[in-house]
């Protein structure tokens, strides 16, 4: 008797309800599965699958110092996971699974799924809230909906929040001796390989905890000065660790208030402005847990589907190459491609110069960063794809167009970042990398759209929408 420990993306020991409580209860077994089918078509990339292989390895090895069986087990897609769940559970004599929530429809129709198979088999199922810090569903208006504004969220969330989510759990009682045996682990999902992972983002809990501790210790104070600037190290590059949950938000906001000498919604200006990022993170994941539209491919404002989006594969190629001929941009699809990451900043560009200037549908975006991100995370992706497009909550206004030539001129002044990942600039005159078009430089692209004209183009689009 026992219970099997699901983990999914939660790869952490510490503040792990569902792993702690199984142990206050008594022996665990712990199971991953790799589910390559399903996940190439929820466009995972080779960063990410590369990524979450390392955490897996440093999982193991952390469970193994604690007695507990790290079983890993393919199943290609969602479906075959509740059989496989109770024929494992049977055959390991547990009589209890364990899991902490997911948000995304085809993980919430999965868990449903495991569920019932489980009382099917008079196999208990524990279910647990890890992934936000406060649960999707108890952050409501006056009237019980869902917040679609981020402000009033954020208030509302700020006066919640407390207990719990300030006080995340330890590590979980180390087990007298191992149940089962553990899983030799794979080298590569899908062809991902675990080696492809760079100094950039080593995995597993402890370089979360240090990378954490780090932020905290240095950067958090000039976050809000600094997190705008691609060319500082100004953020925390947590998100990555998040999103495979090898650290957790409530970990996360924890250390944050500690520093800030207990308060959460000011104190430090780059703390608490750190915190409302973490409330950004709250509020896409509630989004997507209480919008199940959005996980159907489908915009958060219905009307913004009826977009007449333009259809070129060309634009569309010099887009995810970074040769647009706008320097910002092009500096970070380059970083994204080298690099599997992009700074918040460019992300915003980016996404809203395919979406606007490009006039080209935000999903073959949102698709292209999500195979190429590390970090790669449905809720945050998506939220900031359908920001940038104005066609989600809370969205930028449409005729909230960014010049990417103004934004580099005052997020990169120096021009060092663009300098740095669009080499072809490197020798250039500083007007050149701030005005393109009217200064080219050889051997670089011409910008393949006007800004004004593009600009109006879009306007155009989203006022036919209006009307
Ligand atoms: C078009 C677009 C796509 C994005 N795709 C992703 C994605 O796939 N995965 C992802 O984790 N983030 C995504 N973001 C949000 C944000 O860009 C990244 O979280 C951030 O750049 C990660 O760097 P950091 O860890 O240093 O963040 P920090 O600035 O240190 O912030 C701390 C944490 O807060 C969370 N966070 C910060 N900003 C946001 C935000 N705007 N929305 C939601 N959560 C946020 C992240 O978990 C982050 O690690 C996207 C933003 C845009 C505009």
Known sequence: MGTLIWFRNDLRLQDNPALYHARERGNVVAVFFICEDQWRDHDVGDNRLA?????????KRDLHNHRIALRVEHAAWFAEVPDRIVGLARSLNLDRVAFNEEYPLN???RDSRVIRACNAADIATDVYHAGTILPPGSVLTGNG?????????????????????????????????????????????????????????????????????????????????????????????LSAYLSVGAISPRQCLSKAVAANRGRIGDGDPGISTW???LIWRDFYRHVIALFP?????????????????RHS????????????????????????????WMHNRLRMVTAMFLSKHLLLD???????????????DFAANNGGWQWSASTGTDA????????????????????????RWVPELEEAPLRNLFNPQKYPTDGYPKPIVDHSAARQRALDAFKALKS
């Open 51 to 59: 990524f979450l292989l390392d955490c897996l390895h440093h999982l």
């Open 107 to 109: 993980e919430k129709k």
């Open 145 to 237: 909906d869902p917040y679609t504004v981020y402000s009033p969220f954020k208030r509302r969330w700020l006066s919640q929040v407390g207990g719990d989510a300030l006080e995340p759990l330890g590590l979980p009682r180390r087990q007298k001796g191992q149940v089962g045996e553990s899983s030799t682990l794979p080298e590569r999902i899908d062809g991902a390989d675990r080696g492809r992972v760079t100094n950039d983002f080593p995995g597993g809990e402890a370089e979360a905890q240090s990378r954490l501790a780090d932020f905290i210790a240095g950067p958090s104070r000039s976050y809000g000065d600094d997190r705008d600037f691609p060319d500082l190290n100004g953020t925390s590059a």
């Open 275 to 277: 915190i409302s990022e």
């Open 293 to 309: 539209h959005v996980s159907c491919g489908q915009a958060f404002r219905p009307k913004a589907d009826q977009v007449a989006w």
């Open 313 to 340: 594969t060309t634009d569309l190629a010099a887009w995810q190459q970074g040769l647009t001929g706008y320097p910002l941009v092009d500096a970070g699809m380059r970083q994204l491609n080298e690099t599997g």
């Open 362 to 376: 935000w999903r073959l975006g949102e698709r292209y960063f999500m195979n190429k991100l590390v970090d790669g």
């Open 396 to 419: 930028a206004p449409y005729f909230r167009i960014f010049n990417p030539n103004t934004q580099a001129k005052r997020f990169d002044p120096e021009g060092r970042f663009i300098r």
